[in-house]
């Protein structure tokens, strides 16, 4: 079955297509070259303004003890600000922190919620995440049309190996089936490209899920029954 490991160190997303705040900059900037508490510094006065970026970035750092004490609950609360303002990596990180436990009471029906938020809006890994999940029944009840879809997605997104998982499940589709998802696949795509229009820029974060803390260690890849690598 399929994982989607995450096993990059903790990198800054290159593809910002205008300038951020100077603030936000520093703190992408320290965070590059590993000076956590510097990172947190300039981070910090920002996410409690309300900037959403900031928010995930901070979350990120408590997520995995980087320049702070690791604490998954205030890690967990700055997601869910940064979530709560539509921002896709904070829903994407809420997802990982419901469908774990990390901070909250394990729910896969909550993750899969916040998975379909981030999925809707473009994110490749919560698109190809909620395909697994209603492929398995996870979270949600199973349903081969709905996995089909959000394969597709992901697929539409890069993920190669949505396209491999899409196609493994052709034998349970019926034509209509295919017929339906591929329709709601191409309404999707033209609310993504008008959402994409209207964006500014590309939301400016640390790496999606941070995989090496203070240990250096990189997080291995989880059991196949587990669709995200838990972080350590």
Excluded at 166 to 192: C, G, K
Excluded at 221 to 229: D, E, F, K, M, V
Aim: with cysteine; hydrophobic share 40%; net charge neutral.
């Amino acid at each position: 079955m399929l994982t989607c490991p995450r096993t990059a160190a903790l990198l800054l997303l290159s593809a910002i297509t205008l300038p951020v705040s100077a603030d936000l900059a520093k703190g992408l900037n320290a965070a590059a070259a590993q000076k956590w508490t510097e990172a947190l510094r300039e981070f910090k006065p920002m996410a409690e303004q309300g900037d959403a970026n900031a928010e995930v970035n901070v979350g990120n750092l408590y997520l995995r003890g980087l320049g702070v004490e690791q604490d998954y609950t205030k890690a967990y609360d700055w997601f869910d600000k940064a979530a709560r303002q539509g921002n896709v990596a904070g829903q994407t990180k809420l997802g990982l922190m419901h469908y774990y436990g990390l901070g909250i009471k394990e729910d896969h029906a909550a993750a899969a919620e916040w998975f379909l938020k981030a999925a809707e809006q473009g994110d490749p890994e919560a698109a190809l995440v909620l395909g697994e999940l209603y492929n398995r029944g996870d979270g949600v009840t199973r349903h081969p049309v709905e996995a089909y879809l959000w394969y597709s997605v992901a697929a539409d997104l890069g993920k190669e190996d949505a396209n491999d998982q899409r196609i493994r499940l052709l034998d349970e589709l019926s034509p209509a089936d295919i017929n339906i998802a591929l329709t709601r696949l191409n309404v999707w795509r033209e609310q993504h490209h008008s959402m994409a229009r209207g964006a500014s820029r590309i939301q400016p974060e640390l790496g999606t899920t941070p995989e090496r803390g203070k240990t250096g260690r990189s997080v291995k890849q989880t059991p196949s029954h587990r669709p995200l690598a838990k972080p350590k």
